[in-house]
C-alpha cells in the first residue's frame, strides 16, 4: 500500500534549493501541438515542462525517461490529463508505484487529482491495490504456463511463432519484472531468441 510521503521543504533537501515541480506534456504525432497542455501546466506552476512526440503505445519515451532520473523525494509530477502520461493502465501503475516509492507528489488538472489531499491518498491506494492485483494475477498465469509447458514436454526445437496476442503478452510479462525471459519463453513454448524478438520489434 502506498506511503504517501510528505514534501520536503528546500531546507530537507540535499543539494537542492527547493523542491521542484515537473510538467510532463505528450502528442501522439508531429501533427498535434503541446501548446494546450503546456500553457495549463504554466498555470500550474510548473517549474520545468518536458514534452514529447511519442505514441501512446511507444515503451520507450526519453523525455519522460529524462524527468524520471531527475525526480527527487518532496518533487512534484504535473500533467493535463492522465492519458498523457501512462500509455497504459499497467504502465500508469508502475509510474504510480515509482512516484510514491520516491516521495513524489503527483497531480492530473484534468482528473483533479492532488494527492497532497486526502483524496489524492486514495487514488494512490488504488493505484496501489491494482499493482498488486496484477503481480498476483501474473504470478498465477506463470505457475499455470509452467505447469501447461511441462504438461506438454516442451523441451525446445524450432521456435513457433508467436501470434500478436501473444507478442502483446509476452511485451505486459516482461514490462511487470516479475518474471524472467527464460520463464516468458517457456510458459509461451518458444525459444528465448523469439522472445527478444518480440519485444525488439515491438514498438516498430
Request: charged content about 30%; some cysteine.
Amino acid at each position: 500500500m502506498f506511503r504517501n510521503s510528505m514534501p520536503l521543504t528546500g531546507s530537507g533537501m540535499v543539494g537542492r534549493m527547493a523542491s521542484m515541480i515537473y510538467g510532463y506534456a505528450r502528442v501522439s504525432t508531429n501533427d498535434q501541438t503541446t501548446n494546450l497542455q503546456k500553457d495549463a501546466l504554466e498555470k500550474a506552476g510548473c517549474d520545468r515542462i518536458f514534452t514529447e512526440v511519442a505514441s501512446g503505445a511507444k515503451a520507450h519515451r526519453p523525455e519522460l525517461d529524462h524527468m524520471l532520473d531527475l525526480l527527487r523525494e518532496g518533487d512534484t509530477v504535473v500533467v493535463w490529463k492522465l492519458d498523457r502520461l501512462g500509455r497504459s493502465m499497467q504502465n500508469l501503475v508502475d509510474l504510480m508505484t515509482t512516484f510514491d516509492e520516491r516521495g513524489v507528489q503527483f497531480r492530473s488538472l484534468t482528473e483533479s487529482i492532488d494527492t497532497n489531499t486526502p483524496g489524492g491518498t486514495l487514488v494512490f491506494n488504488i493505484f496501489g491495490s491494482l499493482a498488486q492485483f496484477e503481480r498476483d494475477l501474473i504470478r498465477e498465469r506463470t505457475r499455470a504456463g509452467l505447469e501447461a509447458a511441462r504438461a506438454r514436454g516442451r523441451k525446445g526445437g524450432r521456435p513457433a511463432k508467436l501470434d500478436e496476442k501473444q507478442v502483446r503478452e509476452v511485451r505486459r510479462l516482461y514490462e511487470s519484472r516479475t518474471v524472467t525471459v527464460d520463464q516468458i519463453a517457456t510458459m509461451m513454448g518458444v525459444g528465448r531468441s523469439t522472445i527478444y524478438r518480440c519485444l525488439n520489434t515491438s514498438d516498430k
